[in-house]
């Protein structure tokens, strides 16, 4: 992967398996981004993509909707 700071935010070896499987499709498509012209935009995209990511991996580790914070 072309190297941009935030890039280091999409490497998933380190997760779990159940969430290596969330965030490998996030990594493949962050490659795909990086292939773009280097500019603003692009790092916008990779911003979006990587909060994106996160919160796909907290929908996985989310408990039951039902819960509160007491």
């Given at each position: 992967?072309?190297?941009?700071?935030?890039?280091?935010?999409?490497?998933?070896?380190?997760?779990?398996?159940?969430?290596?499987?969330?965030?490998?499709?996030?990594?493949?498509?962050?490659?795909?981004?990086?292939?773009?012209?280097r500019?603003?935009?692009?790092?916008?995209?990779?911003?979006?993509?990587?909060?994106?990511?996160?919160?796909?991996?907290?929908?996985?580790?989310?408990?039951?909707?039902?819960?509160?914070?007491?």
């Amino acid at each position: 992967m072309d190297y941009e700071h935030i890039t280091q935010f999409f490497v998933y070896d380190h997760l779990p398996l159940e969430l290596q499987e969330v965030s490998a499709p996030f990594r493949s498509l962050a490659e795909k981004i990086l292939e773009l012209p280097r500019n603003p935009e692009r790092t916008v995209a990779l911003r979006k993509l990587l909060e994106s990511k996160d919160a796909a991996v907290r929908a996985r580790l989310a408990h039951d909707v039902g819960m509160t914070l007491k």
